[in-house]
């Protein structure tokens, strides 16, 4: 059972376009939404991140927006660049009583930006 | 100056072997990770240690035993290797002091058996 399901699979955006990426996810506990870049032969690294108390989190060219009665979250990538190419991950957090927390990633989208 | 460190990078080997791949994260985190991604990029928690404390496991084979001798380190064993292990493994780290912090991860371990 997938929680998380994220959209598309892969996307190609023309450079200085905007690059949409979805996700939506089912378990109404989760309550930490980051977003994750992974560059090839690389591991994942944080990009931005929201909770849900807020609609939208903006950082620089980054913007994610959240609409909780729907259980559903975007990634928004203003002015893409080629450096921008990589492969994104949503994901969906709960803390955990023993510390910490658990990740559960949405399946990935292939994102290149042509010149 | 290395966040998360794991060692090897790559690893090939035969099945039925018992391979271990090593953790050190220096950011004084209390929880760490280990996380697996297919041939399709998916990516999976397999277990979680906080504190040398295991925390979270995934429903994984046996055949993995994390072991965590202080909190800077978390190492997997994986014994009689079959040819389904073969992905890469990440290790990763956060703070366990407040819930839902950045999860930093290693670069990774290409682990394949042939």
């Known amino acids: 059972q997938q929680q998380v399901k994220q959209s598309p699979q892969s996307l190609i955006v023309q450079k200085g376009g905007i690059s949409i990426i979805n996700c939506a996810y089912e378990n109404t506990a989760f309550d930490y939404f980051p977003w994750y870049q992974q560059f090839p032969g690389k591991g994942p690294a944080l990009l931005i991140a929201i909770r849900p108390d807020v609609s939208e989190k903006k950082e620089g060219r980054f913007t994610i927006s959240f609409n909780k009665s729907a259980k559903q979250f975007s990634l928004h990538i203003m002015d893409s660049q080629p450096g921008d190419s990589a492969t994104y991950f949503c994901a969906a957090s709960k803390g955990l009583t023993g510390g910490g927390n658990k990740l559960t990633f949405g399946t990935g989208t292939q994102l290149k930006v042509e010149l | 100056d290395t966040a998360v460190s794991q060692t090897p990078k790559y690893l090939v080997t035969q099945m039925g072997n018992d391979k271990s791949i090593k953790c050190e994260q220096n950011l004084g985190h209390d929880t760490m990770y280990w996380y697996k991604q297919d041939s399709k990029k998916f990516l999976k928690i397999m277990f979680s240690?906080?504190?040398?404390?295991?925390?979270i496991n995934e429903t994984v084979p046996n055949r993995f035993s994390p072991k965590s001798p202080d909190k800077a380190h978390l190492n997997l064993h994986i014994n009689s290797l079959e040819l389904g292990d073969s992905a890469v493994y990440f290790c990763?780290?956060?703070?366990?002091?407040?819930?839902?912090?950045?999860?930093?991860f290693g670069q990774g371990t290409r682990l394949t058996v042939v």
């Open positions: 990763a780290s956060s703070s366990g002091l407040a819930l839902n912090t950045e999860a930093f």
């Open positions: 240690y906080n504190n040398k404390e295991l925390i």
